[in-house]
């Protein structure tokens, strides 16, 4: 059974940092691309961030870009989510999700094309 798990969130004041773990059991995490996906209160989840299977190719989106690093461990089955000045905009319920279709140094933007999501965490960042 795949499960993806995240660790990391919590309450921070805005200019802190977190960093975000993602660990993966049920699958040898380095056969998946995986991302970072954020749903804040009222609003659709969002891409955050995404790593291909060899970590050579990763994407941000715009609002994180430069501040936020995503990253992975495959031997420890793990991908990570640095999180540098952090604004109270980042509020959100953040989420992993592994995608085992892509070829090695794929990686994708897009919610539909992942296959196993995990429960999310919790991030709070106030001013």
């Known amino acids: 059974q795949v499960q993806l798990g995240e660790s990391g969130g919590g309450l921070v004041q805005a200019g802190d940092s977190l960093r975000l773990s993602c660990a993966a059991s049920?699958?040898?995490?380095?056969?998946?691309?995986m991302g970072w996906f954020r749903q804040a209160p009222g609003k659709e989840r969002e891409f955050v961030a995404a790593?291909?299977?060899?970590?050579?190719?990763?994407y941000y989106a715009d609002a994180v870009k430069g501040r936020f690093t995503i990253s992975r461990d495959n031997a420890k089955n793990t991908v990570y989510l640095q999180m540098n000045s952090l604004k109270p905009e980042d509020t959100a319920v953040y989420y992993c999700?592994?995608?085992?279709?892509?070829?090695?140094?794929?990686?994708?933007?897009?919610?539909?094309?992942?296959?196993?999501w995990g429960q999310g965490t919790q991030v709070t960042i106030s001013s």
């Open positions: 999700a592994a995608d085992f279709k892509l070829p090695n140094d794929y990686a994708s933007r897009l919610q539909s094309n992942y296959d196993y």
């Open positions: 790593i291909s299977r060899s970590g050579v190719t990763t």
């Open positions: 049920g699958l040898t995490s380095s056969r998946y691309a």
